[in-house]
């Protein structure tokens, strides 16, 4: 007699599904492990192209990054460049105007205006100056106050210096919108 007749036929044919189970499972657990190599694949493939689209996207910003900081490099040099030319004639300015006070004060210099002797209306008896003091061809002058044209000097100061702030101010403009 065989050993397999002494097994009783439940316990057999649960011995030979047992047997047909591991079978089945081990060929599909070696199904499963191909299956699993070959996404394994895939996905590594499909990360390497992400890792080279995420290196080409950063080199991208890194070139616009450097780009803007050359720009906003270049357009502080103009701006330094630019506002150093302004304090300059600022200063010239200045002290053109501190010489020209200092030369009233002192009566090297003197202002004058000049007269209309046509108006009737001015009835100003001031004299035509016949003194050979300058080289001033015209009609009648009257000297002023140098008390007066300190002040008449004062405000031409201050009108030089705002019209120099003000060209300082439109090349600033001019500057950051090209």
Avoid at 46 to 72: C, E, F, P, V, Y
Avoid at 81 to 89: L, P, R
Avoid at 151 to 172: E, F, M, N, V
């Amino acid at each position: 007699m065989r050993l397999v007749d002494l097994i009783p036929a439940p316990y057999r044919l649960l011995a030979i599904g047992a047997l047909m189970t591991t079978l089945i499972g081990g060929s599909a657990a070696s199904a499963w492990k191909v299956q699993d190599w070959r996404y394994g694949k895939q996905l590594a493939e499909q990360a390497g192209l992400h890792k080279d689209d995420l290196i080409a996207i950063s080199n991208a910003a890194a070139d616009r990054l450097r780009t803007a900081q050359d720009n906003r490099l270049a357009l502080e040099q103009r701006l330094s460049t630019s506002e150093k030319n302004h304090y300059e004639e600022l200063s010239d300015a200045q002290r053109n105007q501190a010489l020209l006070r200092d030369r009233l004060a002192t009566s090297d210099l003197r202002l004058s205006v000049l007269l209309d002797a046509s108006d009737a209306a001015s009835r100003c008896s001031v004299p035509a100056g016949t003194e050979a003091i300058g080289v001033v061809h015209g009609g009648a002058r009257a000297q002023l106050d140098p008390a007066h044209a300190q002040r008449i000097i004062g405000i031409t100061d201050a009108g030089d210096q705002g019209l120099i702030a003000l060209a300082a101010c439109q090349a600033y403009v001019r500057e950051i919108t090209h």
